[in-house]
T-cell receptor
Framework: DTGVSQDPRHKITKRGQNVTFRCDPI?????LYWYRQTLGQGPEFLTY????????KSRLLSDRFSAERPKGSFSTLEIQRTEQGDSAMYLC??????????????FGQGTRLTVV | AQTVTQSQPEMSVQEAETVTLSCTYDTSESNYYLFWYKQPPSGQMILVIRQEAYKQQNATENRFSVNFQKAAKSFSLKISDSQLGDTAMYFCAFTNVYGGATNKLIFGTGTLLAVQP
């Protein structure tokens, strides 16, 4: 297993376009997280999936953002009608089962979005 | 709401020397985990060290150790024998572990560490 994989690594889009990012977690990990990191800041939580269920969404996740995790495997994050303020690094992380013991999150390399 | 504060935006250390990065946090929970993550220019967050709040013994991982002061809500990272490869952004992070918690991470704003040859 090569770890958490994110695609694409970089995306440049024009304002108003829709973009979709993909995350493939480590295969036995049932928990999956999306974070957003803007320049000079720490990552901020966006949403959490346990298997295929989206159990928590941050207020940062406006109605232009939608995330899915069909069949509890890979996940997609879509941003509709992109704005310049959406420019950021989007990080995906996964964790194994066991919320009290296995707390380590394994991160992908991120997708850097630039909205022009 | 839980918060994590890193008051040192940038730090510099000579190769082979020791450096300490500071982190404070705020929570009303009694059990939780604290982490230090390293983010090199490639962008991938890499776990450096982890501390469970109810364990009084400070965690160590090779050249990395923490000073966990629960009452003061302080969690500093000490890097001994600094190496050029330690140059990176370092983030302090917190997560709850009560039943039903999502284990989402709350990060500080980071400290950029530069190891000088």
């Amino acid at each position: 297993d090569t770890g958490v994989s994110q695609d694409p690594r970089h995306k440049i889009t024009k304002r108003g376009q829709n973009v979709t990012f993909r995350c493939d977690p480590i295969s036995e990990h049932n928990r999956l997280y999306w974070y957003r990191q803007t320049l000079g800041q720490g990552p901020e939580f966006l949403t959490y999936f346990q298997n295929e269920a989206q159990l928590e969404k941050s207020r940062l996740l406006s109605d232009r953002f939608s995330a899915e995790r069909p069949k509890g495997s890979f996940s997609t994050l879509e941003i509709q009608r992109t704005e310049q303020g959406d420019s950021a690094m989007y990080l995906c992380a996964s964790s194994p089962p066991g919320d009290r013991v296995n707390t380590e999150a394994f991160f992908g390399q991120g997708t850097r979005l630039t909205v022009v | 709401a839980q918060t994590v504060t890193q008051s040192q935006p940038e730090m510099s250390v000579q190769e082979a020397e020791t450096v300490t990065l500071s982190c404070t946090y705020d929570t009303s929970e009694s059990n939780y985990y604290l982490f230090w993550y390293k983010q090199p220019p490639s962008g991938q967050m890499i776990l450096v060290i982890r501390q469970e709040a109810y364990k009084q013994q400070n965690a160590t991982e090779n050249r990395f150790s923490v000073n966990f002061q629960k009452a003061a809500k302080s969690f500093s990272l000490k890097i001994s024998d600094s190496q050029l490869g330690d140059t990176a952004m370092y983030f302090c992070a917190f997560t709850n572990v009560y039943g039903g918690a999502t284990n989402k991470l709350i990060f500080g704003t980071g400290t950029l560490l530069a190891v000088q040859p």
